[in-house]
C-alpha cells in the first residue's frame, strides 16, 4: 500500500484534532475537578458528625483523582501525539520545520519578571492532579488505618459469608479483567 501524499488536507486534519484533543483535555479536567471538589467539601462537612462516611467519601475522592491523573496523562500523550503528526505534515508540506526551537530563542523577554520559555500549559494540571490524588491517598489510609479495628470487626463477621463475598470479588476481578484488556492495540 502506497504511503499517501502530504496536502493541506492531512495538516488540516492533523490540526483539527490536536485543538479538539486540548479541547478535550481541559473539559475532561473540569468535570474531574466537580466530583474532586464535591469529595472534599463533602469529606469535611460529614468526617466529624459520620465518620463510616469520612472512610468512603475519601475513598471516592481517591478513585476520582487517580481518574483524573490518569485522563490528563492519556489526554497528554493524544495532544503529543497530534502535534507529531502536525509537525511531519507542516514540514513535508513547505520543507522547513515550523516548529524550529531557533525560531523561539530569537523571542526576547520583556523583563525579568516575566521570562518567556517553553513550557507546556497543561504540564501543571498533569502536577496538581499527581498531587491531589497523593493528597486523596493520605486522607484515606489515614481514614482507613484509623479505623483498623472496625474494619477488622467488619471483615470477621463478614467471613461467614466467604462463599458469596469470593463469587462477588471473582465476578469484579473478570468484569475488570475484560474491561482492561478489551480494545488494546496488541502491535
Same mark, same amino acid.
Given at each position: 500500500m502506497e504511503k499517501p501524499e502530504p496536502t493541506k488536507d492531512r *495538516?488540516?486534519?492533523?490540526? #483539527?484534532?490536536?485543538?479538539?484533543?486540548?479541547? @478535550? *483535555?481541559?473539559?475532561?479536567?473540569t468535570h474531574y475537578w466537580v466530583f474532586v471538589g464535591a469529595a472534599l467539601v463533602a469529606y469535611g462537612a460529614l468526617k466529624k458528625e459520620y465518620p463510616t462516611i469520612g472512610l468512603l467519601v475519601s475513598c471516592f475522592g481517591l478513585i476520582a483523582s487517580t481518574a483524573w491523573m490518569l485522563s490528563n496523562i492519556g489526554s497528554k500523550w493524544w495532544i503529543e501525539n497530534w502535534e507529531r503528526k502536525l509537525k511531519r505534515e507542516a514540514k513535508a508540506i513547505s520543507g522547513a520545520d515550523l516548529f524550529d526551537p531557533e525560531e523561539e530563542q530569537s523571542i526576547k523577554s520583556p523583563n525579568l519578571f516575566t521570562p518567556i520559555v517553553r513550557y507546556s500549559v497543561t504540564r501543571p494540571t498533569i502536577v496538581l492532579s499527581v498531587f491531589i490524588t497523593l493528597i486523596w491517598l493520605g486522607i484515606f489510609l489515614k481514614e482507613s488505618l484509623g479505623r483498623w479495628c472496625e474494619l477488622w470487626d467488619f471483615v470477621q463477621s463478614a467471613w #461467614?459469608?466467604?462463599n458469596a463475598i469470593a463469587c462477588v470479588v471473582t465476578a469484579f476481578?473478570?468484569?475488570? @479483567? @475484560? *474491561? *482492561?484488556?478489551r480494545g488494546k492495540n496488541r502491535t
Open positions: *495538516f488540516d486534519i492533523a490540526f #483539527q484534532c490536536r485543538n479538539m484533543e486540548i479541547e @478535550l *483535555f481541559w473539559k475532561r479536567s #461467614q459469608y466467604k476481578f473478570v468484569i475488570g @479483567l @475484560l *474491561f *482492561f484488556t
